[in-house]
């Protein structure tokens, strides 16, 4: 416990990111209000090219050919390959299939870049929820929305995290490639 709750030091809690209010890090100091018409979409690019946006808020349009799922049991057993399409363009949400229709999930998938003038620069959110539909009468719903503060503003070149499935047994990985 004491290991975990060093972790959780290293990271800002926002307590109302989405309404752009001041939150409070673990030391009590106020993070900055993120002001949504300040939001800089071009940070990353492939090719020097800014990431299309084109979605409500200043979000990343995330392709196809940037993501790549994986499944993994934790307990032995054999990788899937996962492949995936884009359901439902406004709201990011893909299906992803893994192996031989072994595995079947509904992800919501977001990445949004703050900036402002004052330290940290730059947070990226990123937003990884799971839907697991392979058993139809038992659809479960995991997730988890991760923050990276950078003190200057600076380039993603990759992502790379995972989700535990299968009531923590196994996962369901995801590695974006943000820049060529």
Request: aromatic share 12%; with cysteine; hydrophobic share 40%.
């Amino acid at each position: 416990m004491k290991h975990f709750l060093g972790l959780l030091t290293l990271f800002p809690l926002f307590i109302s990111a989405a309404a752009h209010e001041p939150a409070l890090n673990f030391d009590g100091a106020r993070i900055p209000a993120v002001n949504a018409s300040a939001v800089k979409m071009d940070s990353f690019a492939a090719s020097g090219r800014p990431l299309e946006t084109g979605l409500p808020g200043g979000n990343y349009r995330i392709t196809p050919e940037m993501i790549r799922f994986t499944y993994a049991p934790w307990e032995g057993g054999q990788w899937l390959k996962c492949r995936h399409e884009l359901d439902d363009p406004a709201a990011q949400d893909w299906s992803v299939v893994c192996g031989d229709n072994e595995k079947i999930y509904r992800v919501h998938l977001w990445l949004k870049l703050y900036t402002r003038p004052v330290r940290p620069q730059a947070s990226y959110e990123l937003l990884f929820w799971v839907t697991d539909r392979t058993q139809p009468r038992r659809i479960v719903n995991v997730g988890h929305t991760t923050w990276f503060h950078m003190k200057d503003p600076a380039s993603l070149d990759r992502i790379s995290t995972r989700e535990a499935v299968d009531n923590d047994t196994g996962g369901l990985y995801l590695d974006m490639v943000l820049a060529h």
